[in-house]
């Protein structure tokens, strides 16, 4: 092994430790504030961040996090998070919600099971559009074009800078998400003939969604159709905000009050929609922690270490040892 990846190694084993002292010297003081976790795609082999648009996160790595955020948080629900940060006391653990994004049949078929054997909460943001049927989303095809060969600066995809090269495909990904829907849905179809197209993996159908609600899972909306939320005019932003909601409502037997903005994007125009959609909690993709003095339509996510468990919970420590001095 080479003298640079020995000291990473040593570097890692640290981070748990240094973790455990920082939340430890952090519970001591009355800080009411809390930390939710934001996963997209668990499973193996483990994806290539930078180079992936959703990289699946190993599964021995997601278990391991699993159980060291059980041995040092209070694990809730997304919708219980901040009544749990306002209630925190000194000494005792700090709350953590573990969250999940998208539509992606993994959900049910890996990180059901994961999560049930370690006995872990979490709350599954759905948007419901492949509940019917396989449905790609722009990311979704753009990433199987890839995968089949398509280089990142295809003249058929939106010029970028540096679309060749660790960080491309991203750059790429993201100047499609602002381009008109239209537009957007056209190039979908093309994206979907030079992967080969055969997407029919793609999505969270019915009887999957309802595994979820059968093991006990909470169901938060993430929007029918994934739009910048930000980018909407006030109209289409209260129509989103409510299409596909009832399904998912009437699938899993609640209202859903709690809601995770696509991409992680909002802004106080957003959050104030969503209240007068009548959502409670907002989860956004911000790196912070949750404090009580939080607008709750406003709240951030960390997203989980492809390093190590250490990594992840030294993060986590981190934040919240700061917590309140933001």
């Known amino acids: 092994m080479r003298t640079s990846a020995v000291l990473e190694h040593g570097k890692r084993r640290l981070h748990e430790p240094a ?8 519970r001591r003081r009355p800080t009411t504030a809390g930390a939710a976790l934001c996963y997209h795609r668990v499973g193996d082999p483990q994806g290539r961040q930078g180079y ?11 278990v391991e996090q699993l159980r060291l955020v059980r041995r040092r948080f ?16 000194r000494g005792a653990r700090f709350p953590l919600a573990v969250t999940f994004d998208d539509d992606l049949s993994g959900h049910a078929s890996i990180s059901l099971d994961l999560l049930r054997s370690a ?26 074009a890839l995968d089949a060969g398509m280089a990142a600066d295809d003249p058929l995809l939106p010029r970028v800078e540096a679309a060749a090269g660790p960080g491309g495909a991203h750059r790429v990904a993201d100047a499609i998400r602002l381009l008109p829907r239209r ?23 019915e009887p ?42 009437d699938i899993s ?23 007068a959609a009548g959502f409670q909690t907002g989860y956004t993709l911000a790196a912070v922690p949750v404090l009580a003095t939080d607008d709750p339509l406003l709240l951030g996510r960390f997203q989980p270490s492809f390093a190590s468990a ?9 934040a919240l040892a700061g917590a309140g001095r933001r």
């Open 208 to 249: 999957e969604l309802r595994r979820l609600v059968d093991a006990g899972f909470e169901i938060g909306f993430h929007t029918r159709d994934h739009e910048s939320l930000d980018q909407l005019g006030d109209g289409e932003l209260a129509a989103v905000l409510r299409d596909g909601r009832e399904r998912l409502e």
């Open 74 to 89: 209070r694990l809730v629900t997304a919708s219980e998070l901040p009544d749990a940060v306002a209630a925190r006391r």
């Open 19 to 26: 973790a455990r002292v920082l939340l430890a010297a952090a």
């Open 52 to 62: 992936e648009l959703v990289p699946a996160l190993g599964s021995r790595l997601f």
């Open 119 to 144: 006995r872990i909460p979490a709350t599954f943001f759905v948007g419901g559009g492949s509940l019917d049927g396989p449905r790609a989303f722009y990311w979704e095809s753009l990433q199987a």
């Open 183 to 205: 537009d957007r849905d056209a190039l979908i179809v093309a994206l979907t003939e030079r992967a080969g197209g055969d997407l029919r993996e793609i999505g969270l159908a």
């Open 310 to 318: 250490g990594r992840t919970a030294l993060e986590l420590a981190r």
């Open 253 to 275: 037997g609640r209202r859903l009050r709690t809601v995770a903005y696509p991409f992680g994007l909002a802004d106080a125009r957003v959050a104030d929609a969503a209240r």
